[in-house]
C-alpha cells in the first residue's frame, strides 16, 4: 500500500509514520509537509534513510505537487494549522491551509481514484460540551474560534464529496493528544519545559476548563483502523474518556518534576474558550474494535520523562534554530 500523509511532520503526524512504518514493514509512505513552525523534520530523523520514506516539501494548496505525488491508494490529511491563539490573531492563514487545502486534496483523490481519504480532524468543531454530556458523532456543528470552524468547513468539503461523487472519505474527530514530539506551545509540552526551566506556568482564566486526554500512540491505532475497516462516509470519535481540568494537569507536571505550584501563573483567558470537551468514543470501539491503551497518569510521566531526555530537541525549536 502507498500512503500520501500530509503534515506528517507535526506531532500527530509525525508518530503516525513512525508507527505504520513499524507496524507495516511493506507500505509505502510519502509526507507532504509544508514544514511552517510547528512541522519539524527532527521529528523524524530516524526515518531518513528509510527505504519506504519520502519526504516532500510542499504546501497543500498547490494543485500541481500535490498531484505530481499521485498514484496513491490512500491520503490521510493531517495538514492544519492547528494553534486557536494564532487562528484568532490570523484566521486568513487557518481557511488557506484547513479549507483551500483540503478541497485541493480531496480535487486529486477523486481524479485519481484513491481507495480511501482519512481527514483528521478535531472535537472543536463541536463547541462546548457544557456542564454534562458528551460529543456524538450526531452533535451538530458548532465551533467558536477561527480555527474549529475551518476545520469545521473543511470536514463539509469531505462530506459533501462523498455525497457528490461517492469518494470514499471518512472523518476522525479526535480529543486532545499528548506524547512526544509535541510543540511546545500546547498546554502539556509548554507545562514541562517551562516547569524543568523553572520558568511560569501560564493557565487560561481560572484553570477550569475541562479537556479530555488521548495518548498520540492510541490514536494512531485508531487512525490504523479507520484506514483499514473504516466505512466510507461515516465520521469516527476517538476519545480516551479522561477528563481533566487544565489547572490539575499542571499540578501533576509540576508534582512528576517535584517543582512548586508557586510556578502556575493564571493569564486572563482567551476569546471564545470551550469550557469542556468531552467525547464519546462508543462508535469506533463497537464497530471497529478500538480502545484506548495508555493510563493517563503513566503515559503523562512517560511523556514528561520524554522531554527531560530530549531537551536539545525542545531547546533548538524555542530558540528558532530547528
Not at 481514484?113 to 463541536?126: G, N, P
Not at 460529543?135 to 451538530?140: A, L
Not at 501563573?265 to 491503551?293: M, N
Amino acid at each position: 500500500m502507498k500512503l500520501l500523509i500530509t503534515g506528517g511532520a507535526g506531532f500527530i503526524g509525525s508518530n503516525f509514520i513512525r508507527y505504520m512504518l513499524r507496524k507495516y514493514p511493506d507500505y509505502h509512505v510519502i509526507n507532504l509537509d509544508l514544514l511552517t513552525y510547528a512541522g519539524n523534520l527532527e521529528n523524524l530523523k530516524d526515518l531518513e534513510n528509510h527505504p519506504n520514506y519520502r519526504m516532500v516539501k510542499g504546501d497543500i494548496c498547490d494543485r500541481r505537487l500535490v498531484e505530481s505525488e499521485f498514484p496513491v491508494d490512500v491520503i490521510v490529511n493531517f495538514a492544519a494549522e492547528s494553534h486557536v491563539d494564532r487562528s484568532i490573531m490570523d484566521p486568513c492563514v487557518f481557511i488557506h491551509s484547513n479549507v483551500l487545502g483540503t478541497q485541493v486534496l480531496l480535487e486529486a483523490a477523486r481524479k485519481y481514484k484513491v481507495s480511501k481519504f482519512v481527514q483528521i480532524s478535531t472535537d472543536e468543531v463541536y463547541g462546548s460540551a457544557g456542564d454534562n454530556g458528551y460529543f456524538t458523532e450526531d452533535t451538530p456543528l458548532s465551533p467558536n474560534s477561527p480555527y474549529s470552524a475551518s476545520k469545521a468547513g473543511s470536514d463539509l468539503l469531505v462530506r459533501a464529496y462523498y455525497e457528490t461523487y461517492r469518494l470514499p472519505a471518512v472523518i476522525t474527530r479526535c480529543s486532545n493528544n499528548y506524547g512526544p514530539y509535541q510543540f511546545s506551545e500546547k498546554l502539556i509540552p509548554l507545562a514541562i519545559t517551562n516547569a524543568i526551566c523553572d520558568n511560569e506556568i501560564p493557565v487560561y482564566g481560572d484553570g477550569r476548563n475541562i479537556r479530555d486526554w488521548l495518548h498520540v500512540a492510541d490514536h494512531c491505532t485508531a487512525i490504523d483502523l479507520v484506514i483499514h475497516k473504516g466505512k466510507p462516509g461515516q465520521i469516527y470519535n476517538i476519545g480516551g474518556n479522561n477528563e481533566w481540568r487544565n489547572l490539575d494537569i499542571a499540578k501533576m507536571i509540576l508534582s512528576i518534576l517535584n517543582k512548586s505550584e508557586n510556578l502556575i501563573r493564571f493569564v486572563d483567558d482567551r476569546p471564545g474558550h470551550d469550557r469542556r470537551y468531552a467525547i464519546c468514543s462508543r462508535k469506533i470501539q463497537t464497530e471497529l474494535g478500538w480502545k484506548p491503551q495508555y493510563d493517563f497518569e503513566s503515559g503523562l510521566e512517560e511523556t514528561v520523562n520524554w522531554y527531560i531526555d530530549n531537551r536539545e530537541w525542545w531547546k533548538r525549536i524555542q530558540n528558532g534554530s530547528s
